[in-house]
């Protein structure tokens, strides 16, 4: 074992201990409490299947008492100043950067996520509260628009208690990815995190407990058809936003249709990265190795497809095999590891299960394709461990290219011209992102008009840009976050028409 992986061992201990001395519960109204009439689970890391303490899964009592919380705050907090949110969204940043270590150490073991793309995950939230707090100022203004004899114009205001649902792949990320533009908007929160990866949902909330008034912040533990429902259900309640599942999407448009409310979806994708002939080798073959294998394929933006022209189709796969053959699996808190464990039993049997469904389709395991089940290095075998795997000889029709399996899994298929590209990479449910990787201008612009997705890249890998849109087409989602997107979701926005004092008022039963 390096000193570096014991090193961060023994500091996650030393954080996590608290955590598996006492059931982790609620953050309601300003206080921390287990809740009335929940149950407690056990929370399980990904590293070895061991339990990291008990979570209270809280009770539709404990959510009314969130939204309810949140809706008595919400004047108060909708009308402090932008410039006043600004500098405690900014204080909440500083906390953020301040405990990096131990949100890095905590995230990894919660939800298998390899340290190092872990490490800087507070240097990202705390950017993330530092753009929109910067915004939040200016979140009210409007347009102007003019007519002859009347003016318009528009103003903001926040739409009222929120409420937050988050995944378990990157959950601290995405938590202060949608997080902070409400809280800049005035609006206040009721979060819901991921009920296999709590943790790092609880040191938000006491961040919140050091920087926030009480109300603005409220954090219910629990399932998704439990306090989840709830939460879509509450009057209070005046929008949602999910990141999750298609069909979680489709379950909670449903559950809010009754009380109307707005709804933001970031759902699920199975998104193609096109390589053409003309392609620069060397970086096309990086940036597709990085966005399947990191983050353990748990990625929403992850290209899960390769789309290959046939004139370079050899020469590629054969060094991808080699790239995903070199691929480091390992224990999270392990600095070299390039591939964790994933983060829960049925999610790591339901990846492992597309092994045999690729076989039944006739695909070839290029690479890959197995369990790993006896101890070899720092790998416990009674974690989630598998090999990173690829696919090959596959077409579009298979389950391999159609499904969204959300791990460290490839499928590789072959085309022969710019129209069959487009075809296949357009025939599937999602419309999440895309990326094109040719050295011709025109073609990457005629792709990118015609690629249904939310987000192209082209010739990169995600990159991320806070004032940019973020969202899917399709079964991928609904709605935009990033920049003042956001802040259109957060917001009402109201029209003010104001006479100039010569038009006629129609005159109506005048003798
Ligand atoms: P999930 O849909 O199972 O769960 C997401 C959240 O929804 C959890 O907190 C869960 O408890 C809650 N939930 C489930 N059912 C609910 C209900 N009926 N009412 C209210 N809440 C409910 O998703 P997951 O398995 O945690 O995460 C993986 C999924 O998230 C993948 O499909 C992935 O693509 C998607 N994702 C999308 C994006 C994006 O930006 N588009 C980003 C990350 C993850």
């Not at 061992?9 to 955590?19: D, G, K, P």
């Not at 974690?383 to 389950?399: C, H």
Request: aromatic share 8%; hydrophobic share 40%; net charge negative.
């Amino acid at each position: 074992m390096s000193d570096t992986l014991k090193s961060n061992l023994e500091r996650a201990e030393h954080y996590l201990e608290r955590f598996k001395q006492q059931t982790t519960g609620h953050y309601i109204n300003g206080e921390f409490t287990l809740g009335q009439g929940g149950k407690e689970y056990d929370n399980y890391t990904p590293t070895d299947n061991s339990s990291l303490g008990k979570v209270m899964a809280g009770s539709v009592e404990d959510m009314n008492a969130a939204c309810e919380a949140a809706e008595a705050a919400f004047e108060s907090w909708s009308n402090t100043p932008g410039s006043e949110r600004k500098r405690l969204l900014n204080k909440f940043a500083d906390r953020l950067v301040e405990r990096a270590d131990e949100i890095a150490l905590v995230e990894s073991m919660d939800c298998g996520q390899a340290i190092r793309f872990m490490k800087q995950a507070a240097v990202r939230g705390a950017a993330n509260f530092r753009f929109f707090a910067d915004k939040a100022p200016e979140a009210q203004n409007g347009l102007a628009l003019h007519q002859e004899e009347h003016t318009n114009y528009t103003i903001r205001k926040a739409i009222g208690p929120v409420g937050i649902i988050t995944p378990w792949n990157t959950p601290f990320m995405l938590s202060t990815w949608k997080i902070a533009p409400a809280l800049a908007a005035g609006c206040t929160v009721v979060h819901k995190p991921a009920e296999l990866t709590p943790l790092s949902a609880y040191i938000l909330a006491e961040i919140a407990d050091e920087v926030l008034p009480k109300g603005v912040w409220n954090m219910v533990n629990g399932f998704g058809e439990g306090v989840g429902k709830r939460m879509t259900e509450h009057p209070a309640i005046k929008a949602v936003a999910l990141v999750g599942e298609t069909a979680t999407g489709s379950h909670i448009m449903r559950q809010g249709a009754d009380t109307l409310k707005r709804m933001h979806f970031e759902l699920g994708g199975k998104n193609p990265v096109i390589v053409f002939d003309d392609a620069d080798f060397e970086r096309a073959l990086d940036a597709v190795v990085f966005m399947i294998y990191s983050l353990n394929g748990q990625r929403c933006t992850s290209s899960s497809r390769l789309l290959i022209q046939s004139g370079i189709r050899d020469r590629f796969i054969a060094a991808l095999e080699q790239r995903v053959r070199n691929l480091r699996v390992g224990h999270s808190l392990d600095p070299e590891t390039e591939v964790g464990p994933l983060v829960a039993t049925e999610h790591y049997n339901k990846v492992l299960s597309y092994f045999d469904i690729a076989k039944q389709d006739g695909a070839t395991t290029a690479v890959g394709g197995r369990r790993i089940s006896e101890a070899q290095g720092n790998i416990n075998p009674a974690g989630n461990y598998l090999e990173p795997t690829l696919f090959t000889g596959a077409n579009n029709q298979m389950r391999i290219a159609q499904e969204e399996i959300f791990g460290p899994v490839l499928t590789a298929i072959s085309f022969d011209t710019e129209d069959e590209a487009v075809q296949i990479a357009n025939d599937t449910q999602y419309g999440l992102s895309g990326y094109i990787w040719t050295e011709n201008t025109g073609r990457a612009m005629r792709m990118a008009k015609q690629v249904e997705a939310g987000m192209l890249w082209v010739n990169s890998e995600n990159n991320r840009n806070l004032p940019s849109p973020f969202g899917g087409v399709k079964m991928s989602g609904i709605g935009r976050d990033g920049g003042d997107w956001s802040f259109d979701f957060y917001m009402e926005t109201k029209n003010v028409c104001i006479a100039h004092g010569t038009h006629r008022v129609p005159t109506l039963g005048k003798r």
